[in-house]
């Protein structure tokens, strides 16, 4: 069975810099999706960035970036200049290819102080 | 476009109730995911849909949670004789394709408190 786990309950940011936040998984597949997922205090789950197990490049989206290592099966989200509205609980999550199920993590805390 | 709508966004019930929670998937997406959330956990999946079939049902529990989603009309996650430990958030997705790649569209939520 797949497992994703975040080790990291709470983090903390100054506005205007940069933050990590850390994530492993575990699975047997060697193809398959890695996702972050952001969730403000409205709850609504919205996807911030994606990245495909068969591309060694890095995903990013804007000020968002990954840093994926396949073989240590890790995935770190780098936040860059970080702005009040990044405050949220961060979700990492993993999808088999062809699959229909989301894996998600325990999610980590951000707050970012102005 | 108006997203994936969900409803009601919070529901009590007693021990025994039944809890009926709705979800109408954005338009022209017919699969529709279930996932639960404990308080300070992660979403957990429960069941996926398309019209009028289940597809995985392997995150349900065996008792009392049931779901449909039928030609017309919402999907309905149903609950019956609740008991504390259902109290959570309920969150619905849909997509276009199964899967999508993992890029699902959710709802707010429903969170459901059995007194």
């Known amino acids: 069975a797949q497992t994703v786990t975040q080790s990291q309950p709470e983090m903390s940011v100054q506005e205007a810099e940069t933050v990590t936040l850390s994530c492993t998984y575990d699975?047997?597949?060697?193809?398959?999706?890695l996702f972050w997922y952001k969730q403000p205090p409205s709850r609504q789950m919205i996807l911030v960035i994606r990245q495909e197990a068969y591309k060694q490049q890095n995903a990013t989206e804007n000020r968002f970036s990954v840093n994926f290592q396949k073989a240590a099966k890790s995935f770190s989200l780098k936040i860059s200049d970080s702005q009040l509205g990044d405050a949220a609980m961060y979700f990492c999550a993993y999808m088999k290819n062809a699959g229909n199920m989301l894996t998600f993590g325990g999610g980590t805390r951000l707050m970012v102080k102005p | 476009n108006a997203g994936v709508m969900q409803n009601p966004r919070h529901l009590v019930r007693r021990r025994g109730q039944e809890a009926r929670l709705r979800c109408s998937p954005m338009?022209?997406?017919?699969?529709v995911y279930w996932y639960r959330q404990l308080p300070e956990e992660g979403l957990k999946f429960m069941v996926y849909?398309?019209?009028?079939?289940?597809?995985?049902e392997s995150g349900m529990p065996k008792e009392r949670f049931s779901a449909e989603f039928p030609k017309e009309g919402p999907s309905i996650l149903r609950i019956q004789q609740v008991v504390r430990g259902d109290s959570a958030a309920y969150f619905c997705a849909s997509s276009t394709r199964r899967g999508d790649h993992g890029e699902l569209f959710f709802g707010e939520g429903s969170r459901l408190t059995v007194l």
């Open positions: 338009k022209g997406h017919s699969h």
């Open positions: 699975t047997s597949e060697s193809d398959y999706y």
């Open positions: 849909l398309q019209k009028e079939n289940i597809i995985d």
